[in-house]
């Protein structure tokens, strides 16, 4: 005999909403797993930015900028001038301000190592110290931005893309220079001897220091003495909104730079 059905025949609408509850409850799922999915990028990629200073720039791009930004703080280190367009976002100094730097520690340092006289009158000419003192730190300057030969040897990385250049320079011998120049001019006043005798030590300096200033380019010509090679590092700080970073030099870095370019 057939098997009696006690249970009731189900509605249409009750089959309907069974059904409906199957799909609701897969979407549901997918939707969930999507979700998770979503969240483990959105966790990962931010662990990537924090935890490993990602920043959507490859490395082969960084070590490229620091080989051309690494080429315009030496130009500007140890010259003063380079002709980056970008320079101010990398040494954050202009050449302006460089010189007027430069030119106050010369006229410093020539007037704090020896003592000269403000105003001398010598060979019908008169020498003021301030004119003196300005006209020999412009010579100075203009030998400081004498072009130098230099190579970079290695750059590294640290783990936030910090660099780390190292170089060698052919550094010019300013004090070679001045005396080459010093020379030129004590023969000179040898033909003057008579006149220097009556004039006070802080006098004659004035005298020489204008004298020095008036035939440092006769005497140069151009050609200034170089020292033996020397090796010199800087550091470059790295810095990045995503995808475009860019480098910068401290003026510690410039301060180093510069002396590495000058004989000891």
């Known amino acids: 005999m057939p098997k009696e059905i006690s249970e009731k025949p ?26 998770v999915l979503i969240m483990l990028t959105v966790i990962g990629f931010a662990v990537a930015i924090i ?7 490859s490395q082969n791009t960084r070590e490229k900028l620091v080989e051309k930004d690494a080429r315009t703080v030496l130009d500007f280190g140890l010259t003063g001038e ?29 007037s704090t190592t020896r003592t000269v006289a403000n105003q001398v009158n010598f060979a019908g000419k008169t020498y003021d ?10 010579h100075y300057m203009q030998t400081l931005q004498t072009d130098r030969e ?36 004590d023969k000179i006043l040898k033909h003057d001897v008579g006149s220097l005798k009556k004039l006070k030590a802080s006098q004659i300096r004035l005298v020489e220091y204008g004298m020095i200033s008036d035939n440092w380019d006769r005497v140069l010509q151009g050609k200034v003495p170089t020292a033996d090679k020397k090796s010199g590092q800087f550091n470059l ?10 480098y910068q030099a401290t003026k510690a870095n410039l301060n180093q730079i510069l002396n590495t370019g000058l004989s000891e």
């Open 150 to 185: 230099y190579s970079i040897q290695k750059v590294s990385f640290d783990k936030y893309h910090n660099a780390k250049v190292n170089y060698i320079v052919t550094p010019i011998d300013l004090p070679a220079a001045q005396k080459k120049v010093q020379n030129d001019v």
């Open 129 to 138: 110290k301030k004119t003196v003192m300005s006209d020999l730190a412009n």
């Open 82 to 110: 380079t002709s980056a367009k970008n320079a101010q976002s990398i040494v954050l100094l202009s050449n302006a301000a460089w010189k007027s730097e430069i030119s106050a520690s010369i006229q410093h340092t020539l």
């Open 10 to 35: 189900h509605s249409r609408m009750e089959r309907n909403w069974s059904t409906s509850k199957h799909k609701m409850s897969r979407y549901t799922k997918i939707l969930a797993i999507v979700s």
């Open 237 to 246: 700080l790295y810095s990045s909104q995503w995808r475009s970073p860019s």
């Open 51 to 57: 935890g490993f200073n990602y920043d959507g720039v």
